[in-house]
């Protein structure tokens, strides 16, 4: 019984570490506070869910909802470096958008997958539990060596001081605006594929499944950076899943002990204010190691 939790617990944690990185990217490398990823985990999801009950197969869903997040996300670019809109109303109105479209996608507020066959639920139903964990664990390997090595080319270096001092970065004649561009569409193509995983693994969509995911993976990225002080690139793309890990852990036990559903909103609060404040008091008591990454958001 508890082992079958722990596995439970598991494969959803690195199918939503997918989100979390995301967001880490976002945040901490791009230095750009997206809301987009709620959106695009949405639209990724309503569009898995159309394409595999119109019988198409489960790797050109996945390709489908990486692409759609991936505009949505550099649309947030263009609102933000073409119409000069701040950061957080860019992705906020991106946002509201995508919950639009992905109602018109769908053509209702949820769409069951139970009895449609994907390469998720087909593992799930052979048996062994062993088998889901390994490729939950092998995809969200997967999307990290990817994030990990995009980062350490020139392009991903040009992101990463585009989010360290974007204005230093213009004073050598590079402009923000492509790298806002490919980094948020990056972002939110792995919210897309995040979206699409989670959808198959649950077995349906909802419109309102995305809804406070980017909170969750701002508070999982905090308990992540709480325990893994990232000092290098390879960290700083760890420390979300590390986090999320942690998170999923806490609530399923809370769940376990009697809290209701309806306070796992107050409870990620909590959890994230614990984290920040061991953090804080950890670099003001203890030894203060460097960190990098964009600190200020």
Known sequence: MIINAVDTTLQIAFLYAI?????????????????????????????????????FPSWLAMAVSLGVGALAGSLTALLHTRLRVSMLLSGILMMLILYSVSLRVMGTSNLSLMNVNNFLSTLILRGDSLLPLCVTAMVCLCVYLVIYMLLKTKAGLRLRATGDSSTALELRGISREPNYIWGLAAVNGLAGLAGSLIAQYQGFVDISMGGGLVIIALAAMVMGETVIRPERAASLVFAPVVGMVIYQGIVACTLRLGLTPADLKITTAVLALFFIGMDRLRSQYGSVTRQIGNRSI
């Open 19 to 55: 989100q979390a990185i995301a967001v880490a990217v976002a945040f901490r490398v791009i230095g750009f506070p997206d809301l987009t990823p709620d959106g695009s985990f949405t639209l990724g999801a309503s569009v898995t869910g159309v394409l595999l009950l119109s019988g």
